[in-house]
């Protein structure tokens, strides 16, 4: 059985051919409304179960419209409708009801530890719609995205992330290293990415280069990545942590360090991390990037349900 829970562990073959998958499938649906299937229907009558403990936008409605377009459907579980939430059922049950029902499980959680029980507990596939440490369907949406407008290979560009070492960076590095990338990353000293990551990837030919000040990572990149300096259910002082990113925006300035054609890219929500110039900007490809994640996740269903061909 297949999940998908982190980059990391899934092969970078495998991931390439999701990638591969994804732009077929998005090349053919040129002429079929939104909620039309794909002609072949390959997840026909197949039931994604999906449930979100933090808020979502894009990533409900990425995975509901995904599994509509294989012929399948969805159900989203409120957490605080579930007996598991007031304490009336272990999370190891919910785990093995929710599989005798479903096909398969999209989980956005607040812990990982949850994730690995629940995992522990699945006879379905688990997919990870982000968790404190990864945001994976995100991030491989996003080399899709960057392979399509780039219109080469991500291992021939330089990416470039500004901001918090958070989920979606974890992400990216681990992508850095299945897609032979090179990643480099403006952040404060104090907000450096994971240690245990980083060693990771150095330790798997990551090309992976740390600077202080937005400037030095940011000549001669591709793309410009930034996300939100405060997380979804980030238990801090927010105040003093906006503070300390302060020098860390993305800005035209910032961009103009980029190569000419540079693209900015956020997987949204945004903050004050970005300015308005650029996000509205020519270069900004955030609303082509958050569409993308239907098509990437329905490759990644297919990928689980076995039917990657
Ligand atoms: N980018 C992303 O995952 O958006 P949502 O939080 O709205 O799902
Ligand atoms: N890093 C952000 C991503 C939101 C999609 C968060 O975890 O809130």
Not at 131 to 146: E, G, K, M, R
Not at 174 to 187: D, G, H, P, Q, Y
Not at 220 to 242: A, E, M, Q, R
């Amino acid at each position: 059985m297949k999940h998908f829970i982190n980059l990391k562990d899934i092969s970078s073959n495998d991931l390439k051919k999701i990638i591969l998958n994804a732009r077929k499938r998005k090349s053919k649906r040129k002429n079929l409304n939104t909620l039309e299937a794909d002609k072949d229907s390959p997840l026909k009558g197949k039931l994604l179960i999906q449930m979100f403990e933090k808020s979502s936008l894009r990533t409900r409605l990425s995975f509901y419209i995904a599994i509509k377009q294989l012929n399948g459907g969805a159900l989203t579980l409120r957490p605080d409708e579930l007996h598991l939430n007031k304490g009336g059922e272990s999370l190891s049950d919910t785990a093995k009801i929710i599989s005798t029902f479903g096909n398969a499980f999209m989980l956005r959680t607040d812990s990982e530890k949850k994730l690995n029980i629940l995992k522990k507990n699945m006879t379905i596939p688990i997919i990870n719609g982000l968790s404190p440490n990864s945001h994976p369907t995100q991030v491989l949406s996003d080399v899709f995205t960057i392979e399509e407008i780039k219109k080469k290979s991500i291992s021939k560009l330089q990416i470039c992330w500004i901001g918090d070492s958070n989920n979606v960076l974890n992400s990216l590095i681990e992508a850095s290293v299945k897609f032979s990338f090179k990643l480099t990353i403006a952040c404060p000293k104090k907000y450096k990415p994971n240690k245990k990551l980083l060693s990771w990837a150095k330790n798997n030919k990551g090309q992976i280069k740390i600077f202080s000040d937005c400037k030095g990572a940011a000549i001669g990149s591709d793309v410009i990545f930034t996300d939100k300096v405060i997380s979804l259910n980030d238990n801090l002082n927010k105040k003093k942590k906006l503070r300390e990113f302060k020098d860390f925006k993305v800005n035209s300035a910032v961009m103009k360090y980029a190569k000419k054609d540079a693209i900015f890219l956020h997987c949204l929500p945004r903050g004050s991390e970005v300015s308005n110039e650029v996000f509205l900007g020519k270069q900004s490809k955030v609303f082509q990037q958050a569409l993308n994640r239907i098509y990437v996740q329905k490759s990644i269903l297919l990928y689980c349900f076995d039917k990657l061909r």
